[in-house]
């Protein structure tokens, strides 16, 4: 599926829908460059799974901890290079623990996604407009 985004705001509420099909274990994993909306979905996953948690990007930190039932952990893979780096990032016991799992620069683990990844690619059309494809989740 394919959707338009006009706004940040749009980008958001299109995240909160996806996390509504979430459950214990889902890993969504994000692909698109810099400046593209990623962080606005999940912030807008996070006002589904996780309210009132402040949601930033990990980029220095690598990995956030919204909270939440189930947990939502937000990673950002931009700097990974090996399976010993994202080791470290404490992804695996995240997703053995049930959290979902919000996965930045996805393009850089792509060994270690699981089959049924949910897969939310983002095309820059404006400075404004996304194109955001989501696929493995049945609307």
């Given at each position: 599926m394919s959707v338009m985004t006009h706004s940040e705001a749009q980008t958001e509420a299109l995240g909160a829908k996806l996390a509504s099909y979430?459950?214990?274990g889902t890993v969504v994993a994000f692909f698109g460059g810099l400046g593209m909306g990623?962080?606005?979905?999940?912030r807008g996953m996070a006002q589904t799974l996780a309210p009132g948690a402040?949601?930033?990007?990990?980029?220095?930190?690598?990995?956030?901890d919204y909270g939440g039932n189930?947990?939502?952990?937000?990673?950002?893979?931009?700097?990974?290079?090996?399976?010993?780096?994202?080791?470290?990032t404490g992804f695996f016991e995240y997703q053995q623990q049930g959290a979902v799992l919000a996965v930045e620069w996805s393009e850089n683990?792509?060994?270690?996604?699981?089959?049924?990844a949910i897969r939310v690619t983002f095309t820059r059309l404006s400075d404004t407009e996304r194109e955001?494809?989501?696929?493995?989740?049945?609307?």
């Open positions: 979430c459950k214990a990623k962080t606005a979905f999940v402040h949601v930033s990007s990990p980029t220095f930190a690598l990995v956030n189930p947990k939502l952990v937000h990673f950002d893979m931009y700097r990974i290079t090996g399976w010993e780096d994202l080791d470290t683990i792509e060994a270690a996604l699981p089959d049924d955001i494809t989501i696929e493995g989740v049945e609307w």
